[in-house]
């Protein structure tokens, strides 16, 4: 009976010291948590037989410190919650290692290259379906202007111009500024804005600044009149009129100028603000996690556009879910069902971009465990030989 409680033991310590091991090991791999060889008793009715590990249990509700990668596409999670992947036989799986790539297909994958799921765009205020995130790695089209936002100060030492406004002489205004337009096609026009202070008429007249406006250097026509309070501020004038833009190919637009916040102060004249809305066509440049989870994707136009958002899964038990490797779990009856949401919302944590999570083993106190299990082994081997020993005696003595 003591041989076979005995073998039970080495049996079930082989098994313990299988699990730190494997804890050990891990110490390193990110999103990895450490588990705990649980024993029981095993019994024949009502007596006692030996010793077996019941259940292994694993850490997974303890996060790991913190490891900054700098990338743009690792992420780790603050708190709850895991990031979901499906495979290619749809198989759905969870993890706490958010590193991820683009694919030969244009989609975002993990590490083990199955497709990250999360949100599509948000369109007019509602997000877009679960599933795979596409990413658009060809070329974003053109954006046509429509406005153009130009804020600045027209220095109130400008002295009043003598001859009538000729955009060839440079004497007949005050200072000149080009603002660059855009058009369906992508092509660039440039608007020019000269600047003349207009004579101060007599009182109440408020001070005046005209505009000329010149577009891709072609003739200027009636002058916009821009009109200032006594303390500098712009009053009347505010938009420009519509200034048209024609190109071969391209649809036809027109221009508004907004001179909000625009001042007329003594000293320097300046240029805060001179910018279109409009930008040409441009290229897949790469992508980038923000923190909200957004996948972000940038184009050689300087634009970036918002193409989906990373979903992540909490569990009403999450300490049930099934391990398929080490780092990478199923959901089951036990687990309960994922609730999908966004970083940070509801029990999911936020994401700390350009960082990892490290694995939650702590080798002191495994190495303890493992110097624990190793005595517990010498204790069990001394029992099988005592057994034998008295075995022996018994037999040399019939």
Do not use: C
């Not at 200027?220 to 004038?237: C, E, R, V, Y």
């Amino acid at each position: 009976m003591s041989f076979n409680i005995a073998l039970s033991g080495i049996q079930a310590i082989n098994e313990q010291l299988n699990t730190l091991s494997n804890n050990i090991a891990n110490a390193g791999t990110y999103g990895f948590k450490s588990s705990r060889a649980n024993f029981s008793s095993v019994y024949a009715g009502e007596q006692a037989n030996g010793v077996q590990v019941g259940s292994l249990t694993q850490n997974i509700g303890q996060n790991g410190s913190l490891q900054t990668t700098g990338r743009g596409l690792d992420a780790a999670i603050l708190g709850r919650g895991f990031f979901t992947s499906r495979d290619a036989q749809g198989v759905v799986s969870y993890s706490r290692v958010g590193i991820f790539n683009t694919n030969a297909d244009g989609f975002l994958v993990d590490a083990t290259g199955k497709r990250v799921q999360g949100y599509g765009p948000t369109q007019n205020g509602v997000m877009g379906t679960m599933g795979d995130i596409a990413i658009p790695t060809g070329q974003i089209p053109a954006q046509a202007s429509t406005r153009v936002a130009y804020t600045g100060n027209m220095s109130d030492d400008w002295q009043t111009p003598a001859g009538a406004f000729d955009m060839a002489d440079a004497n007949t205004y005050n200072m000149v500024k080009q603002s660059v337009a855009y058009d369906s096609l992508g092509n660039q026009h440039t608007i020019s804005q000269y600047f003349v202070k207009a004579p101060l008429g007599a009182p109440p007249a408020l001070p005046t600044v005209n505009v000329y406006y010149s577009v891709d250097g072609g003739a200027t026509g009636a002058a916009h009149p821009l009109g200032f309070d006594l303390n500098g501020q712009i009053s009347t004038g505010m938009t420009s009129p519509n200034i048209p833009i024609t190109a071969p190919g391209a649809a036809a637009l027109a221009i508004n100028i907004d001179y909000s916040n625009t001042t007329k102060f003594a000293g320097e004249a300046t240029t805060t603000t001179n910018r279109a809305d409009g930008y040409a066509s441009g290229t897949f440049v790469g992508v980038e996690l923000a923190e909200n989870g957004s996948i972000v994707a940038k184009y050689s136009n300087e634009q970036q556009q918002v193409v989906g958002t990373v979903a992540i899964a909490t569990f009403p038990d999450e300490g049930s879910l099934v391990p398929t490797s080490d780092t990478t779990w199923v959901a089951n009856a036990n687990s309960g069902a994922p609730l999908y949401t966004t970083p940070g919302t509801g029990l999911a944590g936020k994401l700390s971009k350009g960082s990892l999570e490290g694995s939650n083993v702590d080798i002191t106190s495994e190495l303890v465990g493992l110097m624990t299990s190793q005595r517990n082994y010498q204790a069990n081997s001394k029992v099988i030989t005592a057994e034998n020993q008295m075995m022996q005696s018994l037999m040399q003595a019939l």
